[in-house]
């Protein structure tokens, strides 16, 4: 979101391999508030709506933060460490692909349609065939970091049934 408001702040919060490889860590993280337009930002927006909102109410803020935070870092390192170099990189993507890793783990009992999920996974990483900016390995490691997560934290089934 910053970038949209003031795009020289991008170039500090943006995904610079080098800057991460040299120390500069917090670019793991500071990504998520970065976008390539206002359009990149409306888009992540509904993801944001239509996936968390649902896995928020299932898991709580607690674990959906963790979900959301595990997924950003999964996201965010494999693009730093499976790209070539130099990286340079914007967006939430890999936390919006760990939202859908977390439904790939329980959306049958959330009342998910796995079709649509995967449908909508499909798109999303055939998208860098058409787009030639968008940098699927964040959206690979993001939905593995959320499957990762959901696994750890995953409710009980004593949660499940209340």
């Given at each position: 979101?910053?970038?949209?408001?003031?795009?020289?702040?991008?170039?500090?919060?943006?995904?610079?391999?080098?800057a991460?490889?040299?120390?500069?860590?917090?670019?793991l993280?500071?990504?998520?508030?970065?976008?390539?337009?206002?359009?990149?930002?409306?888009?992540?927006?509904?993801?944001?709506y239509?996936?968390?909102?649902?896995?928020?109410?299932?898991y709580?803020?607690?674990?959906?933060?963790?979900?959301?935070?595990?997924?950003?870092?999964?996201?965010?390192?494999?693009?730093?460490?499976?790209?070539s170099?130099?990286?340079?990189?914007?967006?939430?993507?890999?936390?919006?692909f760990?939202?859908?890793?977390?439904?790939?783990?329980?959306?049958?009992?959330?009342?998910?349609?796995?079709?649509?999920?995967?449908?909508?996974?499909g798109?999303?990483l055939?998208?860098?065939?058409?787009?030639?900016?968008?940098?699927?390995?964040?959206?690979?490691?993001?939905?593995?970091?959320g499957?990762?997560?959901?696994?750890?934290?995953?409710?009980?089934?004593?949660?499940?049934?209340?």
């Amino acid at each position: 979101m910053l970038g949209v408001l003031q795009p020289s702040i991008v170039d500090q919060f943006m995904i610079n391999s080098f800057a991460v490889k040299n120390g500069e860590y917090y670019r793991l993280f500071t990504i998520a508030l970065t976008h390539g337009g206002i359009f990149h930002l409306l888009f992540n927006m509904m993801a944001f709506y239509s996936l968390g909102i649902p896995i928020e109410n299932f898991y709580g803020r607690t674990r959906y933060v963790i979900i959301l935070l595990v997924s950003l870092l999964a996201g965010s390192t494999f693009s730093v460490y499976l790209n070539s170099n130099p990286t340079y990189a914007v967006g939430a993507s890999g936390m919006i692909f760990g939202l859908f890793g977390a439904l790939a783990i329980t959306g049958k009992r959330m009342g998910a349609d796995y079709r649509s999920i995967l449908t909508l996974v499909g798109i999303n990483l055939a998208m860098p065939l058409i787009i030639s900016n968008i940098d699927w390995r964040a959206h690979i490691g993001g939905f593995i970091g959320g499957i990762l997560a959901t696994l750890v934290i995953k409710p009980t089934r004593r949660e499940y049934l209340s």
